[in-house]
């Protein structure tokens, strides 16, 4: 059997060889080839697994932080945590994708591998636009923002983020799948590409959404500058600092998530794989950059790590308690 995939005489090796790991996967599935000859490991593949261990590593350290630390319960950390468990879940997912591809290669395997990264990445881009939320919320009502009915509305709105993304998840399961059509699939199989388009568009119109919000959030944070700032020197460097943060947020979440949107809605099944994973890339690239942006640079989480990894906190460090100008 091992000579029938790798001998370069024979059909089959010459039709692998062009051919990814998923790409084989699909083609022994259709054609009911017998799952014991090994698969052409794909470098693609091997990406997105290493990328997956990352960001599994960098959002479990996050989580154990905030598990850890009984301070951290405002309704930021709140949502830093569900960010930080929703990417952990789409690492997850991209470790056992590989696992399933390469060594449990079923219809059932395949579902709930793709149902797993729907949910968790879908629950990763409305946490980050949760967060925009509590940004906008913490500067437009600063005076109500600490206080229960604050903590609340974060609680509910976490959930209903889970319950639909659980949903999204789920649907693949249920027969909302191309694997008795090929033709219907889209460039993510077995997800069909009626599904595709709308998960696109819906990302679309979050990502327009935060825009809106910033923009907003921007408009208060220059106002709220020019009432407190004493020194006008004051003024604009909190103001600067505040403007590059958001933009420097905006553009990773665009730069990363764009062009898989894009070519999710005028690509098919029938467009070469490569393209496929080089916009599938940068987008779980997303979540291994979302602790960097919004955990590690947080002062708090900052001090929590510093006690956690050597017992201390450095002389230098500053807690500089969050003004409104702070975006």
């Known amino acids: 059997v091992f000579l029938l995939c790798c001998s370069p005489s024979l059909p089959w090796s010459s039709i692998s060889s062009r051919m990814t790991g998923t790409d084989c996967a699909r083609a022994r599935g259709r054609k009911g080839i017998a799952a014991s000859w090994p698969l052409p490991v794909s470098p693609w593949d091997i990406a997105l697994c290493v990328t997956g261990t990352l960001i599994s590593c960098e959002n479990a350290i996050v989580i154990a ?51 797993l990264l729907i949910a968790a990445f879908s629950a990763s881009v409305f946490n980050i636009l949760a967060i925009t939320v509590d940004r906008y919320l913490s500067l437009y009502n600063a005076l109500t923002y600490h206080t229960e009915r604050m903590v609340t509305f974060t609680y509910v709105m976490v959930v209903l983020i889970w319950l639909v993304c659980i949903i999204l998840g789920l649907l693949p399961v249920l027969g909302w799948n191309c694997l008795r059509d090929e033709a219907s699939c889209s460039i993510c199989r077995p997800v069909t590409k009626n599904n595709a388009v709308v998960l696109a568009v819906t990302f679309l119109l979050v990502f327009a959404l935060m825009m809106q919000l910033y923009l907003q959030i921007c408009k208060i944070a220059f106002r709220h500058a020019q009432q407190i700032a004493v020194q006008h020197q004051f003024m604009a460097i909190s103001t600067t600092k505040g403007v590059s943060t958001l933009s420097i947020i905006l553009c990773t979440f665009a730069a990363c998530w764009m062009p898989f949107a894009m070519y999710s809605i005028v690509a098919d099944s029938s467009y070469p794989m490569i393209y496929t994973y080089a916009t599938v890339l940068p987008a779980t690239c997303n979540s291994v950059i979302n602790p960097i942006i919004y955990a590690y640079r947080n002062p708090d989480i900052q001090k929590s790590l510093w006690l956690a990894c050597c017992g201390c906190v450095p002389s230098n460090f500053s807690l500089r308690p969050r003004t409104s100008s702070d975006v």
């Open 65 to 115: 932080i905030l598990f850890y630390t009984p301070t951290l319960r405002a309704p930021m950390f709140i949502l830093i945590g569900s960010l930080a468990f929703a990417d952990l879940l789409a690492g997850l997912g991209l470790i056992l994708n590989f696992v399933f591809i390469y060594m449990l290669n079923t219809e059932f395997a395949t579902l709930i591998s793709v149902g």
